[in-house]
């Protein structure tokens, strides 16, 4: 299972979700982003014009 975790999540959380591929918005770069962005990004879809 892929996991995403946001700001607002504890990083230490992953190390409870091991087994699973997990990544987080400081590891993607992409912190600050609103949330309809984030879902974009993790999804790989552009969000320019």
Request: glycine residues 10%; proline residues 4%; without cysteine.
């Amino acid at each position: 299972m892929r996991v995403f975790l946001d700001e607002n999540m504890p990083r230490p959380l992953r190390h409870a979700l091991a087994g699973h591929e997990v990544s987080y918005v400081e590891k993607e770069g992409w912190k600050g982003k609103e949330n309809g962005e984030l879902l974009a990004l993790s999804r790989g879809v552009s969000t320019s014009s």
